[in-house]
């Protein structure tokens, strides 16, 4: 797949710089993090937004295959050691709850539905696009629920088509406000839902599987880390 080759209409519609961008770190370096009552959604949400506002960016951005420390707030992680799900398969993009959210590319939709649920995806959107006679599927989850309420399964979508928004908590999962935006090659058996945090015993099937979102993005930020 050349992805250089292909043109993507901005997912947030408007390019993600330098300049309207943060990095944030969820690693278990950043030592911050051990200050924050995570389980509690308010806390959590004030820690993510206060250091873009004080830097007056618009997006944070969680990267793509970041170990993360932030998974202990919720059961839907906390599986037996071995099988401790702590690496992102997506790109996140904090933001403020109501932000609208745009198809990269076109093509169909595939399923949808509310993955209810503390620290869940919330309501989901999944999307089938045929690159290149080759499928690939993208996700979009934390949403609003009233995004899926005239969804149809097979519905055709363009290249820049509103699509869905940034959800509030708690109906988007119980997170801070954020786009969890993921790409697949194969969705196996799911519908509506796709894992997107792997556990170290299956990271080298999950990047396979799952390439880059940030070649789809083309996030500034992500290019100088």
């Not at 873009?52 to 295959?65: D, E, F, N, P, V």
């Not at 790109?91 to 109501?98: F, H, L, P, R, S």
């Not at 959107?125 to 290149?132: K, R």
Request: charge should be negative.
């Amino acid at each position: 797949m050349n992805w250089n080759t292909l043109n993507f209409a901005p997912v947030m519609g408007e390019k993600l710089t330098l300049g309207n961008t943060l990095s944030l770190d969820f690693t278990a370096a950043n030592k911050a993090l051990d200050t924050v009552n995570l389980s509690d959604t308010k806390e959590f949400d004030r820690f993510v937004f206060a250091p873009l506002k004080s830097a007056g960016k618009k997006y944070g951005i969680g990267g793509y295959l970041e170990r993360r420390a932030i998974y202990r707030r919720s059961e839907v992680f906390a599986t037996e050691s071995a099988d401790f799900r702590n690496i992102h398969l997506g790109i996140d993009i904090w933001t403020n709850a109501g932000a609208p959210i745009f198809a990269p590319l076109a093509g169909k939709v595939h399923s949808f539905q509310d993955n209810a649920g503390f620290g869940n995806y919330g309501p989901t959107i999944i999307l089938e696009h045929e690159l290149e006679e080759k499928t690939l599927f993208s996700l979009y989850g934390h949403l609003f629920r009233k995004d899926l309420e005239k969804l149809q399964v097979g519905q055709e979508i363009q290249a820049g088509d509103l699509l869905c928004h940034v959800g509030p908590f708690p109906e988007n999962g119980d997170w801070p406000p954020h786009l969890h935006f993921q790409l697949m090659w194969d969705l196996g058996r799911n519908w509506g839902d796709y894992p997107g945090v792997s556990a170290e015993k299956d990271l080298e099937f999950f990047k396979e599987n799952c390439p880059d979102p940030n070649l789809i993005l083309g996030c500034d930020i992500l290019k100088h880390i």
